[in-house]
């Protein structure tokens, strides 16, 4: 599905944002990956009140033969409009698995993603909408003052969205079903 990438990006605010890209039997192959092959891991933010998702961690090479054409998706849009110099995806790094539910109303509060390494700077984050059932709140939001001028559109299955690390963002919380993600965070050399 590389070929209808450059039709349906919106550029705005330091970010892409592709509508309705993965397919749904790639959503269906992907979360039967992730109930089999994720696994518990490290989070940065347990802890610090600003997190109430489900985290899991699964390894690029497990679901590498669904997810590589987005990574070059979102290399090439790298290349074309952020330009940073990043390093390759491999096999043995991490994505992960976030599961926001009504249950108790997960969210994400404002951040921004970095890893607090000397070696090296997270430079884009890449978030994929992996739903496999509806949901209702969970919406994913830049800080921003304008509230009017807030507006990824990154809400349905299928959705993905790619923009500098650095910028504020938030999930607010799922009122109603369970919302599914994929994270990826894009690493380079350090900013000077």
Request: glycine content about 6%; overall charge neutral.
């Amino acid at each position: 599905y590389m070929a209808q990438w450059a039709s349906i990006f919106i550029m705005k605010y330091d970010y892409w944002a592709w509508k309705k890209t993965i397919p749904k039997e790639d959503i269906v192959e992907i979360n039967k990956v992730l109930d089999h092959s994720s696994f518990e891991g490290e989070d940065g933010y347990k802890g610090k009140n600003i997190k109430t998702s489900k985290v899991k961690h699964v390894y690029y090479k497990d679901i590498k033969h669904i997810v590589e054409n987005i990574i070059h998706g979102a290399l090439l849009a790298n290349k074309d409009c952020f330009g940073y110099n990043l390093y390759p995806v491999l096999d043995n790094e991490v994505f992960l698995f976030n599961t926001y539910s009504a249950k108790n109303k997960s969210e994400f509060g404002f951040h921004f993603d970095d890893n607090f390494s000397r070696y090296h700077d997270v430079k884009l984050s890449l978030i994929l909408n992996i739903s496999n059932k509806k949901y209702k709140g969970g919406e994913f939001e830049f800080y921003n003052p304008d509230p009017e001028d807030n507006d990824p559109n990154f809400t349905e299955s299928g959705d993905i969205i790619l923009f500098k690390s650095h910028l504020y963002h938030r999930i607010k919380p799922v009122t109603q079903g369970e919302r599914r993600s994929l994270t990826y965070f894009f690493t380079g050399p350090r900013f000077t």
